[in-house]
């Protein structure tokens, strides 16, 4: 005859299965959630600053290495894949390729932060420098998000930035939702860090 112990255990694995797979698929729903909101509500929903990411990703601005000296880019608006605004709800100003020339091979990839000037007011970004590993891209691009929301697109417009600092390298991820909330991530640390002041000096390079 079984003892009392014995019939206990089985029953607390499987209780405790039970609560992990609820844990799970609480989180992912909430993570579906987030994915639907404006980008303000997203920083909030998720938590910038709360908790560790897969793949990890700075969730501090000491975390940053400094762009020394910072990096210009400049050219005009070119359109780009038609992901970041539908898909991921972080519409990019990608700048022309082949405006940017051979300086663009000279760039680490990664997530930066920085300036942008467009039409002579300069705003606060980010910026996606590489191959996009999660969509497997074949050309390096360089996909600024503007942190202001415009009510039109201004393709061919031209646009300078500049890279003030490197938030992470490029990352593969597994799913949407770790990718939105990678990005969310980035833009909450990127206004953090800008907000300091220290980064300031570098609107005069544009």
Known sequence: VPSAQSQKTPRNCLLRT???????DATARGLRRAAGRAPAERLAALGAGAGPLTPPCSRSIKAITRCSPPIVLSGPVSKG?????KLLG???AN?????????????E???YFGWAKLEGTVYKMVTSV??????????KTVEPHILHEFKADFYGKPLSIVLSGRLRPELEFKSMEELISAIDNDKAVALEALATGAYDADCASL
């Not at 039970?18 to 799970?24: C, E, R, Y």
């Not at 894949?81 to 605004?85: E, Q, T």
């Not at 390729?97 to 000279?106: H, I, M, N, Q, Y």
């Not at 590489?130 to 050309?139: C, E, I, L, S």
Request: hydrophobic share 35%; net charge negative.
């Open 18 to 24: 039970l609560v992990g797979a609820w844990d799970l």
């Open 81 to 85: 894949f038609g992901r970041g605004g």
């Open 90 to 92: 972080c519409p990019t």
């Open 95 to 107: 700048l022309d390729e082949a405006a940017l020339g051979s300086k663009l091979d000279t760039i």
């Open 109 to 111: 990839t990664g997530v």
């Open 130 to 139: 590489g191959w996009n590993p999660t969509f497997h891209n074949d050309k």
